[in-house]
């Protein structure tokens, strides 16, 4: 399951001193900014106690750098903690810098948003009626290379374009282009193939040459290789346990290039925000159509739409033992940037809030979660296979409810399981997804069935037990 189909911290002052460069040095904060910082460490607090966020945080308005701090480790092994200078894998928000590209290209006149895909690869099955318009916006219906059975083994080996782009390409469309929208990685693989055909240039050293190197983003690239040394990388963490953290699965990011490849700092990235606020890569009219709604609430790399009543940009990205997420607030000069190395998508859950603290407006504070032991005879009646409706993120799916010996388990597949922190005999904390699990029960106290509440509420009925409890 995806959390971007979901849809939607590194704080000792900084001052910006200009444009494109950020300083950390310490210095005399105004009241205001240290309310601030007390309101989102209260906002942060629970998910850190909890084992679901580890990162760093900026908050600027006016042009004024508000927050900047770290949380957590960037290494629990050596006992790193997470600064402002630690580099995360940005996930999907590399998307934003996948569009700019292209658009830069079309300033140039070296493409045209309306051109075919067969320009560019011209034996792609149907590319005469895909556009890269079709690819921007997630409208080709060119399948989702991430969803593919074999994705999770072929994600460990190093991969050009070439044969990523190979790899999807004979697979049918799953609707017309243009029909409508579905996320598709697959899209943003085929708009860095484009780049690299276009402009000769590798994509990583095209993104370096024209955007990185202009706004002195010196910590902020694309990770071409596991044999290179990044210093203040941080390393990447998914939820085990109640409330525990394990090192996260290995990924060669190349298979992600284009859609989800880079890495930054929340500094470097508010760099980019100050870019993308003026003129200084593209241009007032590629800056529109960036932020164009192309289609209901998509625009070029970016979801576009309203937050807090103001016109805002936003995005967010998830990839194993990382998660991502910025706001950008075009009218009010406004942006909050959330980096994190844990996989718990906490910053796609804190980002409203900690836009509603930024603007002085309500918003809640979440409680301490505390898990409870449970007995074998509290969790054996919930073992067994529950299947969802055809609403749910994955439609019809059917999970198995298992135990690691102490703890309940949910097995999506045999590879894939969230580990379940319990909050009460029948009431649970999914972490990786961070959604509350309702266990229900009929008049007699069996149980049949299980609410998986995130957004909405999401039942799952009960198949039968087919589970027994280890020995």
Same mark, same amino acid.
């Given at each position: 399951? =995806?959390?971007?189909?979901?849809? !939607?911290?590194?704080?000792?002052?900084?001052?910006?001193?200009?444009?494109?460069?950020?300083?950390?040095?310490?210095?005399?904060?105004?009241?205001?900014?240290?309310?601030?910082?007390?309101?989102?460490?209260?906002?942060?607090?629970?998910? /850190?106690?909890?084992?679901?966020?580890? *990162?760093?945080?900026?908050?600027?308005?006016?042009?004024?750098?508000?927050?900047?701090?770290?949380?957590?480790?960037?290494?629990?092994?050596?006992?790193?903690?997470?600064?402002?200078?630690?580099?995360?894998?940005?996930?999907?928000?590399?998307?934003?810098?996948?569009?700019?590209?292209?658009?830069? /290209?079309?300033?140039?006149?070296?493409?045209?948003?309306?051109?075919?895909?067969?320009?560019?690869?011209?034996?792609?099955?149907?590319? #005469?009626?895909?556009?890269?318009?079709? +690819?921007?916006?997630? %409208?080709?219906?060119?399948?989702?290379?991430?969803?593919?059975?074999?994705?999770?083994?072929?994600?460990?080996?190093?991969?050009?374009?070439?044969?990523? $782009?190979?790899?999807?390409?004979?697979?049918?469309?799953?609707? &017309?282009?243009?029909?409508?929208?579905?996320?598709?990685? !697959?899209?943003?693989?085929?708009?860095?193939?484009?780049?690299?055909?276009?402009?000769?240039?590798?994509? *990583?050293?095209? +993104?370096?040459?024209?955007?990185?190197?202009?706004?002195?983003?010196?910590? %902020?690239?694309?990770?071409?290789?596991?044999?290179?040394? +990044? #210093?203040?990388? &941080?390393?990447?963490?998914?939820?085990?346990?109640?409330?525990?953290?394990?090192?996260?699965?290995?990924?060669?990011?190349?298979?992600?290039?284009?859609? *989800?490849?880079?890495? !930054?700092?929340?500094?470097?990235?508010?760099?980019?925000?100050?870019?993308?606020?003026?003129?200084?890569?593209?241009?007032?009219?590629?800056?529109?159509?960036?932020?164009?709604?192309?289609?209901?609430?998509?625009?070029?790399?970016?979801?576009?739409?309203?937050?807090?009543?103001?016109?805002?940009?936003?995005?967010?990205?998830?990839?194993?033992? @990382?998660?991502?997420?910025?706001?950008?607030?075009?009218?009010?000069?406004?942006?909050?940037?959330?980096?994190?190395?844990?996989?718990?998508?906490?910053? =796609?859950?804190?980002?409203?809030?900690?836009?509603?603290?930024?603007?002085?407006?309500?918003?809640?504070?979440?409680?301490?979660?505390?898990?409870?032991?449970?007995?074998?005879?509290?969790?054996?009646?919930?073992?067994?296979?529950?299947?969802?409706?055809?609403? @749910?993120?994955?439609?019809?799916?059917? $999970? %198995?409810?298992?135990?690691?010996?102490?703890? /309940?388990?949910?097995?999506?597949?045999? #590879?894939?399981?969230?580990?379940?922190? !319990? +909050?009460?005999?029948?009431? @649970?904390?999914?972490?990786?997804?961070?959604?509350?699990?309702?266990?229900?029960?009929? #008049?007699?106290?069996?149980?049949?069935?299980?609410?998986?509440?995130?957004?909405?509420?999401?039942?799952?009925?009960?198949?039968?037990?087919?589970?027994?409890?280890?020995?």
């Amino acid at each position: 399951m =995806q959390a971007n189909d979901k849809m !939607s911290f590194v704080f000792t002052l900084c001052l910006l001193l200009m444009t494109t460069e950020v300083d950390s040095r310490p210095m005399e904060r105004p009241e205001e900014n240290l309310s601030l910082e007390r309101k989102i460490d209260e906002c942060v607090q629970p998910y /850190l106690d909890a084992g679901g966020f580890s *990162g760093a945080i900026l908050a600027a308005k006016d042009g004024r750098v508000l927050l900047c701090k770290g949380y957590g480790m960037a290494n629990y092994e050596l006992s790193s903690p997470n600064t402002p200078k630690t580099k995360f894998h940005i996930a999907s928000v590399s998307k934003t810098f996948t569009a700019a590209a292209v658009l830069l /290209l079309e300033e140039e006149g070296r493409l045209s948003v309306s051109d075919p895909l067969a320009k560019f690869i011209p034996d792609y099955p149907q590319g #005469e009626r895909i556009t890269i318009h079709h +690819l921007l916006t997630h %409208t080709s219906g060119i399948p989702n290379v991430n969803d593919f059975p074999d994705y999770g083994r072929w994600s460990r080996f190093p991969h050009g374009l070439e044969e990523i $782009v190979g790899w999807f390409k004979s697979r049918p469309l799953e609707f &017309a282009p243009g029909e409508r929208y579905a996320y598709s990685n !697959s899209n943003y693989n085929l708009l860095a193939l484009i780049i690299e055909k276009v402009s000769g240039e590798g994509y *990583g050293d095209f +993104l370096e040459r024209h955007i990185f190197d202009p706004l002195e983003m010196k910590d %902020t690239g694309h990770d071409a290789g596991p044999a290179r040394l +990044l #210093e203040n990388r &941080a390393s990447g963490y998914v939820p085990s346990g109640a409330s525990g953290i394990a090192n996260a699965p290995y990924l060669d990011w190349s298979i992600k290039t284009g859609n *989800g490849s880079l890495y !930054s700092t929340v500094e470097d990235l508010y760099k980019w925000d100050r870019a993308l606020a003026g003129e200084k890569i593209l241009k007032r009219a590629a800056l529109e159509k960036l932020f164009a709604e192309h289609v209901k609430g998509i625009g070029y790399g970016w979801f576009v739409g309203e937050r807090l009543g103001r016109r805002a940009v936003s995005y967010n990205g998830r990839s194993p033992g @990382f998660t991502s997420s910025i706001d950008r607030f075009i009218d009010d000069d406004a942006c909050v940037i959330i980096l994190s190395n844990n996989y718990a998508p906490v910053p =796609q859950l804190i980002v409203k809030d900690l836009d509603a603290i930024l603007f002085g407006e309500p918003y809640l504070k979440p409680k301490a979660l505390k898990p409870v032991q449970l007995t074998k005879d509290d969790m054996e009646p919930l073992l067994g296979r529950y299947r969802f409706g055809k609403d @749910f993120y994955r439609p019809e799916a059917v $999970v %198995t409810v298992e135990t690691d010996g102490q703890n /309940l388990v949910m097995a999506w597949n045999p #590879e894939y399981k969230t580990p379940l922190m !319990s +909050l009460s005999p029948s009431e @649970f904390l999914d972490r990786n997804f961070w959604a509350r699990i309702v266990f229900k029960r009929d #008049e007699q106290g069996r149980v049949t069935g299980l609410i998986w509440r995130d957004t909405a509420d999401y039942p799952a009925a009960k198949l039968g037990t087919q589970y027994q409890f280890p020995n």
